[in-house]
Nanobody, 123 residues
């Protein structure tokens, strides 16, 4: 079992930056691939980024590539999402997730989810 708790969301102006954190419980954090997803009002939850167990491999949605960076600190059981050059269309609840199957980009592949943190980008 893994429990995930996100933090770091808030209100920011367009062009600004935020760093989200996701703290995981348990001793097996380093054995899980991790992902970030987001869900805007009235829309389906969508993939944002994923990182391998060691942190050596990352992948991003095209909409955030070059602006967002996912990273992890296995000693702290924490995964991060650094968001820069934020746009109003980045407004959403952001979720971290753990332990996907083979399709890392798919919501249903992940076994564990946090409760989400709201990010609002004003124009």
């Amino acid at each position: 079992q893994v429990q995930l708790v996100e933090s770091g969301g808030g209100l920011v102006q367009a062009g600004g930056s935020l760093r989200l954190s996701c703290a995981a419980s348990g001793r097996t954090f380093s054995t899980y691939r991790m992902g970030w997803f987001r869900q805007a009002p009235g829309k389906e939850r969508e993939f944002v980024a994923t990182i391998s167990r060691s942190g050596g491999s990352t992948s991003y949605a095209d909409s955030v590539k070059g602006r967002f960076t996912i990273s992890r600190d296995n000693a702290k059981n924490t995964v991060y999402l650094q968001m820069t050059s934020l746009k109003p269309e980045d407004t959403a609840v952001y979720y971290c997730a753990a332990d996907p199957g083979s399709r890392w980009y798919t919501v249903t592949e992940y076994s564990y989810w946090g409760q989400g943190t709201q990010v609002t980008v004003s124009s």
